[in-house]
């Protein structure tokens, strides 16, 4: 069983940073793609970044230029730097991650951007 647990949610003003962390239990080298979600309230959860074990990244549109997805193996952890955030940045971010056939979610953490 996979266990990830994120951390680094807050609340910030519009055009601020944060940096989110998602730490797993196990190797996440073995892991075939790591990502984050969000979700805002009355919305559907919706991709925002995603890292494969061969370090290919991609993106939702609306937050190319602005996050940053990046992975430390030593530490397990995947981590979403965000910057310049913006008012409708804001939702529960999940972290997932898919070992071949099996998907696990993290518990979510909340950021909240001010304007």
């Known amino acids: 069983q996979v266990r990830l647990v994120e951390s680094g949610g807050g609340l910030v003003q519009a055009g601020g940073s944060l940096r989110l962390s998602c730490a797993a239990s196990?190797?996440?080298?073995?892991?075939?793609?790591m990502a984050w979600y969000r979700q805002a309230p009355g919305k559907q959860r919706d991709l925002v970044a995603a890292i494969t074990s061969g370090g290919s990244t991609d993106y939702a549109d609306s937050v190319k230029g602005r996050f940053t997805i990046s992975r430390d193996g030593a530490k397990n952890t995947v981590y979403l730097q965000m910057n310049s955030l913006k008012p409708e940045d804001t939702a529960v971010y999940y972290c997932?991650?898919?070992?071949?056939?099996?998907?696990?979610w993290g518990q979510g953490t909340q950021v909240t951007v001010s304007s």
């Open positions: 196990g190797k996440i080298s073995t892991f075939n793609v």
């Open positions: 997932h991650a898919r070992i071949t056939i099996s998907a696990y």
